[in-house]
C-alpha cells in the first residue's frame, strides 16, 4: 500500500540544523518530493529527489535517500527563523505514468532563538 | 508567468448548500489536481484532470463531490450539499504535462472551505 510517515513536530534553535525525516512504503515511487508550508499558504517545492540517487545538495538543503529502508531525510543548515513552517514529505508511485503524490502528515518545524 | 490561481480564498456555506472552487492552472498547463487538507493533516489526492476529461478520481467521494477541468475556462471542484465534515482546506496543482520527477506540480494557495 502507499503510506508516508513524518514524525509531527521538530523545534531547533536558530542557527543550528534541522533533520526531518520520512519514511514511505512504495518501492516504485521514482522521485521523492520535499515541500514547505507557511500558515495559510498553499505548498512550495523546496527540492525533489530521484530514487537512484542517495544524496542531492541545494544550498542549504540536503536530502539523503535510503532506499534499501524507504527512509527520507531534509537536512536544512543554518536554520532561521523564517524557516518555521510545515514540511511535507510526498512520494509518486509509479501508477498510469502520473503524477499523484501521496504524502506524509507534516513535520511541523519550530525554530527558536 | 502568474501562478496557480484558486478562488475564492475562503467560503463559508450552511449545511445543505453547493461549494463551488475554482483552480487555474498556470499558462501553459493542461493538467490539474486537486487535494483536500483536513485540519492537523497533509493532503490527500483527490482527483487528476487533463483537458475535457477526468483520467483519475479514485480519491473523490463518490456522492457529491464532482470536478472538471472544461476545454475553456478553470477547473471547478463542486460540492453539493455540503455536511460539516467537508470543511478543509482544497488545493489545486498544475503540471505542464504527464509523467513524474522534474514535471513537478505547482500548487495554488488553496480554498479554505468552512461549513456550518
Known amino acids: 500500500g502507499e503510506d508516508v510517515e513524518q514524525s509531527l513536530f521538530l523545534s531547533v534553535r536558530e542557527g543550528d540544523s534541522s533533520v526531518i525525516n520520512c519514511t514511505y512504503t512504495?518501492?516504485?515511487?521514482?522521485?521523492l518530493y520535499w515541500y514547505k508550508q507557511e500558515p495559510g499558504a498553499g505548498l512550495q517545492l523546496l527540492t525533489y529527489i530521484f530514487s537512484n540517487m542517495d544524496m542531492k545538495q541545494d544550498q542549504r538543503l540536503t536530502v539523503l535517500l535510503n532506499k534499501k529502508d524507504k527512509h527520507l531525510s531534509l537536512r536544512i543548515a543554518d536554520t532561521q527563523t523564517g524557516d518555521s513552517a510545515i514540511y511535507f514529505c510526498a512520494e509518486t508511485p509509479v501508477s498510469g505514468g502520473y503524477n499523484k503524490l501521496i504524502f506524509g502528515a507534516g513535520t511541523r518545524l519550530a525554530v527558536h532563538p | 508567468n502568474a501562478g496557480v490561481m484558486q478562488n475564492p480564498r475562503h467560503l463559508v456555506r450552511r449545511r445543505g448548500q453547493e461549494a463551488r472552487l475554482r483552480c487555474s492552472p498556470m499558462?501553459?498547463?493542461?493538467?490539474v489536481y486537486w487535494y483536500r487538507q483536513l485540519p492537523e493533516e497533509g493532503l490527500k489526492f483527490m482527483v487528476y484532470l487533463q483537458k475535457e476529461n477526468i483520467i483519475d478520481e479514485s480519491g473523490m467521494p463518490k456522492e457529491r463531490f464532482s470536478a472538471e477541468f472544461p476545454k475553456e475556462g478553470p477547473s471547478i471542484l463542486r460540492i453539493q450539499q455540503v455536511v460539516r465534515g467537508d470543511s478543509a482546506a482544497y488545493f489545486c496543482?498544475?503540471?505542464?504535462?504527464?509523467?513524474?520527477?522534474?514535471?513537478?506540480?505547482?500548487f495554488g494557495p488553496g480554498t479554505r472551505l468552512t461549513v456550518l
Open positions: 499558462k501553459g498547463h493542461s493538467h
Open positions: 512504495d518501492s516504485s515511487s521514482t522521485y
Open positions: 496543482a498544475s503540471s505542464p504535462r504527464t509523467g513524474v520527477g522534474t514535471d513537478t506540480q505547482y
